[in-house]
Nanobody, 119 residues
Framework: QVHVVESGGGLVQPGGSLKLSCAAS????????MGWYRQAPGKERGLVAH???????NYADSVKGRFTITRDSAKNTVYLQMNSLKPEDTAVYYC?????????????WGQGTQVTVSS
């Protein structure tokens, strides 16, 4: 069982930057990957960035070169550095923790943090 909390969202102008944080607590030794997802009104939730326990990263094409996902294993925390933000990046950003089980994986989600990119 893992509890996930996001923070760092807010209002930023196009071209600006924000850094999101995601802190995990509980059975963190069972986490095999963590990721950031986002959802805008009327759209499905989609992948932003993903990082495994071995450090392998994956990004959505729309954010490659602009966003960077990092982790601090000692703090059980992952970060999303967002640069060159665009209005289309506006969404609620959710952190996900993926745990491995004997037969299947388990997913735990944070409450979400709003990111608004507007002038």
């Amino acid at each position: 069982q893992v509890h996930v909390v996001e923070s760092g969202g807010g209002l930023v102008q196009p071209g600006g930057s924000l850094k999101l944080s995601c802190a995990a607590s509980g059975s963190t030794s069972s986490i095999k990957a963590m990721g950031w997802y986002r959802q805008a009104p009327g759209k499905e939730r989609g992948l932003v960035a993903h990082i495994t326990s071995s450090g392998t990263t994956n990004y959505a094409d729309s954010v490659k070169g602009r966003f960077t996902i990092t982790r601090d294993s000692a703090k059980n925390t992952v970060y999303l550095q967002m640069n060159s933000l665009k209005p289309e990046d506006t969404a609620v950003y959710y952190c996900n923790a993926e745990l491995s089980g004997a037969y299947w994986d388990y997913d735990y989600w944070g409450q979400g943090t709003q990111v608004t990119v507007s002038s």
